[in-house]
């Protein structure tokens, strides 16, 4: 089982960035596909990004393609969430996930296992 750590969350003016970061411990995750959640209060968890095991295909909703991105450095065992032009609609708790396969493409939470705690982000408009 992977422990994993997000950061990088906080307060941010709309049109603003943040980078998110999962940090993976126990184990390697280099094998294993990723995704990036977000929970608003009230809502369901939904995916907002997730990468393959290489790194090699991404997946995003349609709700923040084009203004976020996702990445992974396997030899540091951390996946990145990269976040421009936020809106106030992106306010959420964000989560990481990872998957015991090295793809998933727009599977949803039930293709995860690990989880992380969650970092807060707030966009003010």
């Known amino acids: 089982q992977a422990q994993l750590v997000e950061s990088g969350g906080g307060l941010v003016q709309a049109g603003g960035s943040l980078r998110l970061l999962c940090v993976a411990s126990?184990?390697?995750?280099?094998?294993?596909?990723v995704g990036w959640f977000r929970q608003a209060p009230g809502k369901e968890r939904e995916l907002v990004a997730g990468?393959?095991?290489?790194?090699?295909?991404?997946h995003f909703s349609d709700a923040v393609k084009g203004r976020f991105s996702i990445s992974r450095d396997n030899a540091k065992n951390t996946v990145y969430l990269q976040m421009n032009s936020l809106k106030p609609e992106d306010t959420a708790v964000y989560y990481c996930?990872?998957?015991?396969?090295?793809?998933?493409?727009?599977?949803?939470?039930?293709?995860?296992?690990?989880w992380g705690q969650g970092t807060q982000v707030t966009v003010s408009s």
């Open positions: 996930a990872v998957s015991p396969f090295g793809y998933t493409g727009s599977s949803g939470k039930e293709a995860y296992d690990d």
């Open positions: 126990g184990r390697s995750i280099s094998s294993n596909a």
């Open positions: 990468i393959n095991w290489s790194g090699g295909t991404t």
